[in-house]
């Protein structure tokens, strides 16, 4: 499913020069729900937002099912995070003026599908996060694990072949923590690719596997 | 190009979308603010362009309204009055497309106030000239509604001897500089000369138009003057015309011109009568209202501009997020345009509906008074749709490049707020 070959990511600031990403490999399969952990500023989030077509490597080759991502062009790596991926992100990153429903159809909206498929498909995801009696909420209205798992219907309402979560228990209490990570497990046992970042080994336990990122390296 | 239309299909409906939202769930005191702007912006592009060249139409008004006519009737360049002036008359009154005429006498005069007095070796006498014009007080009234311009005393009628009425600008209360005839009142005896001919007349009334043609005037009775002016073969100087309801002004031009009137007479409508400067100043206002206009148009896009930005801006992140999801970045731009829209749209709206029902009506029951005019706020339907049109490009302009401007801006470093 994912496959990145000597991934390098270097930033560069005035004449200082900090390679974040030192060459690394990995592959993740079909199905398989993936933690990436590692101490902060081991490069984890950087990893990811290369994997997940937010940025771009410095070198390297990412494939995702098939499709090389790094030779994408702007609007084609945009359509591809539409229909391709889904992201979680760390502070929910809801849109402030949409409901909860509005926030899970914009991405089907984008796809083409009308008004009334969207909000059938909305529905649908909202009510496998188990927010089928929240729908018309707006974010505010919200409790923090409540917004996180619209985040998550809104990721995974166009069936994405990936799932990406950026520390998605950041700003959550334990209890909360431990409930989305069961949203996770759910969403696993039915097939989907999940790649999370998280600094909580407790939580990374939660995974198939576990990729420990340190000084941008493998361990 | 099918696949691009589809797409765009999908942003301009993702971009409805979005904007719908943000509007109805926005700030309603920041919204109401940019409608306010906006109200105010499209006033200044109406109103103000609309009181300027009202001015030069409230002159070309009262000419036509109380001087001219619809059409206008002098001498031939090389006459001194309207040849076969009887004739000429009889001639446009037949006229089924004419509803009133008027026939004037016209001629210099002087005009003295307080000749009984004695005077001392080293006074003046006081004296002015003016215009002597002979009118046939009912049918001038017809045509000009004269008698409602008398500010003291008495309209003319018909069977009065030695009576006059006295425009104000001959009179020096009535003058801001001291100039005119002192301490003339009404049932004041003046004596009037023109050419050979001295009479003492009564002053009957004081008249006061903003129509140029009526400045400085001595107003008396057609049989009157035409006696004064020894004007044996009835040789009229002016005829004003009104044509009935429908009938243009070159509609009845061009009729007396194919009655070969023009044989006998200057023919003019009253645009062709109107002096030189009136015209001049008429073009030069509608410049000045046009670059006034433009200046509003510019500040309103740079308003719409300011605020959309500001609007994008401190959205950076959540526009990041939405290109972060695979949001196209032109649903994004779609959605500030419509939103630009949107303020300009109701702004304009509200503005049309207080220059309909509030401004126009009230200019029209009280004119500003100018020396020269009643100036009055000219807005037609048409124009005030072609003004809104103007604001709803620039609008879409305004709208558009600062929500491109964010929108471009890297999708990480939006999301993750840096810059």
């Given at each position: ?26 592959h ?11 101490k ?7 990893l990811?937002y290369?994997?997940s ?29 539409l ?16 409901s ?67 520390e998605?228990?950041?700003n959550l ?18 097939g ?9 080994d407790?939580?990374?336990k939660?995974a ?12 | 190009m ?29 919204i ?7 109200m105010?912006?499209?006033?200044n592009?109406v ?7 009202g ?5 070309i ?8 006519g ?13 040849q ?6 009889d ?40 215009k ?54 009404i ?31 001595i107003?008396?009775p057609d049989?009157?003057?035409q ?77 719409v ?15 990041g997020?939405?290109k972060?999801i ?7 731009e ?63 302009a ?11 801006q ?10």
């Open positions: 499913m994912i496959k990145a070959t000597n991934l390098t990511k270097t930033y560069h600031t005035g004449h200082l020069k900090l390679d974040v990403l030192k060459g690394l490999n990995m993740v399969k079909t199905g398989e729900f993936v933690a990436i952990t590692g902060s500023g081991s490069g984890k989030s950087t990811l290369q994997l077509c937010l940025d771009h490597p410095t070198s390297g080759e990412i494939y995702i099912d098939k499709t090389e991502i790094t030779k994408l062009k702007r609007n084609q790596r945009s359509l591809f995070r229909n391709t991926l889904g992201y979680v992100f760390q502070d929910y990153a809801l849109l402030p003026s949409l909860a429903i509005e926030n899970v159809m914009i991405p089907l909206l984008m796809q083409g599908n009308s008004q009334e498929q969207a909000r059938h498909q909305a529905v649908q995801a909202l009510t496998q996060v188990g927010l089928a009696d929240k729908l018309n909420n707006l974010p505010s209205q919200l409790s923090g694990g409540q917004q996180q798992r619209v985040s998550i219907a809104r990721a995974i309402g166009n069936n994405p072949k990936v799932l990406f979560a950026d998605p228990t950041a209490d334990s209890d909360t923590s431990l409930m989305l990570l069961e949203s996770f497990k759910q969403l696993h046992d039915q989907q690719t999940i790649l999370m970042v998280t600094h909580e407790e939580y990374a939660q198939d596997r576990i990729l420990t990122l340190q000084d941008g390296v493998f361990v | 099918q696949t691009w239309l589809h797409q765009t299909n999908i942003n301009i409906k993702v971009g409805w979308f979005l904007a719908v939202r943000e509007i109805k769930r926005g700030n309603r005191w920041n109401s603010l940019i409608i306010f702007v906006m105010l912006t499209f006033l592009l109103v103000v362009r609309g009181i300027l060249v001015l030069p139409a409230g002159v008004t009262a000419n036509r309204e109380q001087y001219t619809d059409v206008f009737l002098t001498p031939l360049d090389t006459q001194d009055t309207i076969n002036s009887p004739l000429v008359i001639l446009i009154r037949q006229l089924p497309t004419v509803k009133t005429l008027s026939a004037r006498y016209s001629g210099s005069a002087k005009i003295e106030a307080n000749f009984y007095q004695t005077l001392q070796s080293d006074q003046l006498p006081d004296v002015v000239n003016g002597l014009l002979g009118i046939n007080p009912d049918k001038e009234d017809s045509l000009s509604q004269l008698s409602t311009y008398i500010v003291a005393g008495q309209y003319l009628s018909t069977n009065d001897i030695d009576q006059a009425i006295l425009d104000t600008g001959l009179l020096e209360q009535y003058s801001t500089d001291n100039t005119g005839l002192p301490n003339v009142h049932g004041d005896k003046l004596r009037l000369t023109v050419g050979q001919n001295t009479r003492v007349i009564t002053v009957k009334g004081f008249l006061d138009t903003k129509a140029q043609g009526f400045t400085g005037v107003l008396m049989h009157q003057v006696s004064m002016l020894n004007r044996f073969d009835y040789g009229i100087n002016q005829i004003a015309i009104r044509s009935v309801n429908g009938t243009t002004p070159e509609q009845i031009k061009q009729t007396l011109n194919a009655n070969q009137i023009d044989q006998y007479a200057t023919i003019e409508t009253y645009q062709e009568s109107l002096p030189s400067f009136i015209q001049d100043i008429a073009a030069t206002f509608s410049i000045l209202g046009n670059i006034i206009g433009s200046i509003g148009l510019v500040v309103a896009a740079i308003t501009f300011i605020v959309i930005f500001v609007n994008a801006i401190t959205r950076r992140k959540y526009i997020i939405l972060g695979g949001i196209h970045r032109a649903a994004i779609w959605s500030y345009i419509f939103q630009s829209l949107f303020y300009a749209t109701i702004g304009s709206l509200i503005a049309t509906i207080i220059i309909f029902t509030l401004l126009i009506p009230y200019f029209d029951a009280n004119p500003l008074d100018f020396p020269f005019s009643d100036g009055i706020l000219l807005v037609t339907p048409g124009g005030t749709a072609i003004r809104a049109g103007l604001l709803l490009i620039a609008t879409l305004a709208g558009y490049f600062p929500a491109r401007m964010v929108v471009n890297n999708t990480l470093d939006s999301i993750l707020g840096r810059q």
